[in-house]
Structure formats: C-alpha cells, structure tokens
C-alpha cells in the first residue's frame, strides 16, 4: 500500500468523497471483472460493483491497514456477488437479457461462409460454450477462477481475501478448471 | 501450452471480450460523479432535501398569510366616517354575529375595509353610485 494510498484512505475516512472518489477510479475496473466473474451477467454486476464502493465508504472508518484495501475490495466483491447470485435464484426474471441468451443454441439460418464471418460464428460458438461451461460452476468456484486466472492472486492471497482454507482454494480451484477443460475439449474438437 | 495454460488463457480471453463490450469508463466516471464529487446528491444530504425544504417554506408562508389575524377596520389608513342612518329596511341580520348596515360614506364615494368572518378576512369595497353625502 503506498503513501499516496495510504492518504486518500485516511481522507476518506475524515468523510472525503472526493478522495473516495480517486480510489473509486482506481479500482472500479477491477471489482467489476471479480463482479462478472462470478456472476456472469453484466447488469447486476454493475450493480454489485456500485455497491461495494458504497458500502466501503460508508465502512471505511473501519479499515484498520492490516491488508490491503485491494483484498479488502475482493473479499466484500465476492460475497456481495455470491449474495446476489443466491437472491436472483430465488427471483427468476421474465425479462430475457443479451447474458441469458449467450448460452442458446444458435439461429438455425445458413451461415455466411466468408472467412470473416465463419471467425464471427466461431467467436460466437465459443462464447456461448463458455458461458454454458460457466454456468455449471458455483459462485465460489468462478470467485477462485477469476481470482487466480484473471487476478493472478496466488492461492494465500485468495485464501486471505474469500476467508477460506488454503485446501479450499485448491480444490475450488481444481474443480473449475477440471470442468471447463471437459466442456471446452469436447466441443472444441467438434468445431476443428 | 499445458491444458492448464491453454484453459487459463482461453478464460482470460473470454472475460477480455466481455469486459470490451462494455463501456466501463462511462459507467465509472458517471457513478462517480453521482456519489463521489463535491456536487454529488449523496454527498450532500442538504441538496437532496433542498426541494422538500423550498416546498417546506411555501407551504409555511401560504399557511401564514392564511390564518394572518385580519385588520380591524379601525386600521384602515383612512378612518371611514360612516353614519349609520336608520332607513325603512332597519338593521339586517344575515347570519350569526354579521350584520349589515346601510350606510352612507362622507369620506367619498369608495369605502374599503375589511371585515372578519369567523378566522375568514373578507375585504368589502362599497362603492356610492351618488357619491357622498
């Protein structure tokens, strides 16, 4: 954590939104990627990211510097988003988003055979097979995913930010990448 | 490249394409604005209640001109004389504590002045087609 970190924190902290505000910026990109990586869905992602920085500011008083404010950030992204996944189960939505529809079978129309176009279908193919593979995890294993393979945390560092065992992480970890390598290999070698 | 490399970059790509197809600047700098800038509604609990507070005052000064004790018709800037002269038709009562009087005015052929109704001030204008008498 640096100095200059270090301030806008303790400015914050004196109830300074407009430094709040800086560290907002800094981070809001990456709480979001955690966001999505565990939700899948770009909508309440956004409103989950919105959230955490709310809810941090309104906490931060309570933010003592043990760990950084980034593992802070991780830990309230990841359990808010799990929070969220499990109410959305219980309100199923009529309204059909771009997110659901990533996971349906494609349009039965005669493809454009052009070598743009079949990149496009491709792209499109895998999209959808990796939102299906996605889907077939839990939000703690896509939490681990995205923070290992997106964040590049080592397995303490997201065992320190989820509050969880190091094993934990490790079979959490293992799982997710066990799965998505199952989908992934069969349907890539369809498509090749 | 590994399985584990080929699954790890295959994710990353994945969540690149996604994070891409949204404007996530935009959406920052507007929540940030909304929240966290010295102008921002939730940064500023005055400024959120300011319309209730306008509507506050409004309504405080209508109440106030409303139930304001009506003059008495001794402060009326000019005095009215008024003669009550008994006529054929004598004093009328229309309702409980009003009544009304015919009068003629020597201070001119308008009269104003106002008149309590119960809390109600009602502002009567004579006006003396044949001027005074």
């Keep these: 954590m640096g100095p200059l970190e270090e301030e806008l924190i303790h400015r ?39 959230e955490v920085f709310l809810t941090v500011f309104r906490e931060i008083s309570k933010f003592e510097g043990k760990s950084k404010l980034k593992t802070w950030l991780y830990r309230i992204a990841v359990n808010r988003a799990i929070d969220s996944q499990r109410r959305e189960r219980h309100n199923v939505s009529l309204d059909r988003t771009e997110d659901d529809e990533a996971g349906e079978k494609p349009s039965l129309e005669m493809p454009d055979k052009s070598p743009g176009a079949r990149e496009t279908v491709f792209q499109d193919e895998m999209r959808r097979m990796i939102q299906k593979a996605l889907k077939e995890l839990s939000p703690e294993q896509r939490a681990v995913l995205t923070l290992r393979e997106w964040e590049d945390l080592s397995y303490e560092e997201i065992g320190e930010a989820l509050n969880c065992e ?21 349907k890539y070698k369809e498509i090749l | 490249m ?3 490399q080929e699954i790890k970059q295959l994710y990353r790509d994945h969540l690149k394409r ?3 197809s949204q404007d996530l600047s935009r959406q920052k700098r507007h929540f940030i604005h909304a929240h966290f800038s ?21 309504f405080f000064v209508f109440l106030h001109w409303q139930v304001r004790p009506a003059r008495s018709p001794g402060e ?58």
Excluded: C
Aim: charged content about 20%.
């Design chain 1, 12 to 50: 914050a902290q004196q109830g300074d939104r407009e430094a709040f505000g800086i560290l907002t910026d800094r981070y809001y990109e990456m709480v979001y990627v955690v966001a999505y990586g565990v939700l899948n869905h770009h909508e309440t992602a956004r409103d989950v990211t919105q």
């Design chain 1, 166 to 186: 190091l094993g934990t992480v490790m079979s959490r970890l293992h799982y997710a990448r066990k799965k998505l390598g199952e989908i992934l290999k069969s």
């Design chain 2, 2 to 4: 590994n399985e584990e």
């Design chain 2, 18 to 20: 996604e994070i891409l």
């Design chain 2, 38 to 58: 010295e102008g921002s509604f939730s940064g500023n609990p005055f400024g959120i209640l300011a319309p209730a507070f306008a509507l506050g005052l409004l």
């Design chain 2, 76 to 133: 009326v800037s000019v005095s009215p004389a008024v003669s009550n002269q008994a006529d054929s038709g004598g004093d009328k009562v229309l309702e409980p504590g009003t009544s009304v009087r015919r009068l003629s005015s020597q201070v001119g052929a308008t009269m104003v002045y106002q008149k309590s109704y119960g809390t109600v001030p009602v502002t009567i204008i004579w006006v003396f087609p044949g001027g005074s008498s």
